[in-house]
């Protein structure tokens, strides 16, 4: 299972961010914006994950400890670079609790992913999203699920793995 541990946003936080940036930007051709309902921000990807690791993993994520809090989104931002993006992203204000969680990684960067374009495209200007207040649940452990029309995550907990 392709697995990783993320904070997400609560439903009202992700269509907040949404219907922002569907009023802020519109996008070229080629950019595909991705649905509220995926939106995260990831504190450490882990890739392929055996289902008897899972435990393991869960144990890590409680250990880090964890609970609500709020990132303000600052402007957009691109991977790998702002001129070229093939992710374009909403940079989210960090915290120290975000910084914890995510370890000993210095590349970490707060932010949610809104959109994959197949070819680089320049970053658009932050005008209608700079200073949305995101509200995010506490770290957990999420398993990316391959679906007809992309991805969806399922958050993995012990009984989710139980009958694996």
């Not at 802020?24 to 080629?30: D, M, R, V």
């Not at 070819?119 to 200073?131: E, F, K, L, T």
Request: hydrophobic letters at 45%; charged letters at 20%; a positive charge.
């Amino acid at each position: 299972m392709r697995c990783f541990i993320a904070c997400f946003p609560t439903p009202d936080s992700a269509e907040r961010l949404w219907a922002a940036v569907r009023s802020s930007w519109n996008p070229p051709a080629g950019v595909r914006l991705i649905p509220a309902a995926n939106y995260h921000m990831t504190l450490r990807f882990l890739g392929e994950r055996r289902v008897a690791d899972v435990p393991g993993i869960l144990a890590e994520v409680a250990a880090v400890g964890g609970v609500s809090t709020c990132s303000k989104v600052l402007e957009f931002g691109g991977f790998p670079a702002t001129a070229r993006a093939r992710v374009v992203f909403a940079r989210l204000e960090s915290n120290d609790a975000q910084r914890r969680w995510a370890g000993e990684n210095d590349q970490f960067v707060p932010h949610v992913s809104i959109a994959r374009a197949r070819r680089g495209v320049p970053v658009p200007g932050s005008g209608g999203v700079a200073g949305i207040e995101l509200e995010l649940a506490a770290p957990a452990l999420y398993e990316s699920v391959s679906v007809a029309d992309g991805v969806r995550y399922r958050r993995v907990g012990v009984e989710s793995v139980a009958g694996d």
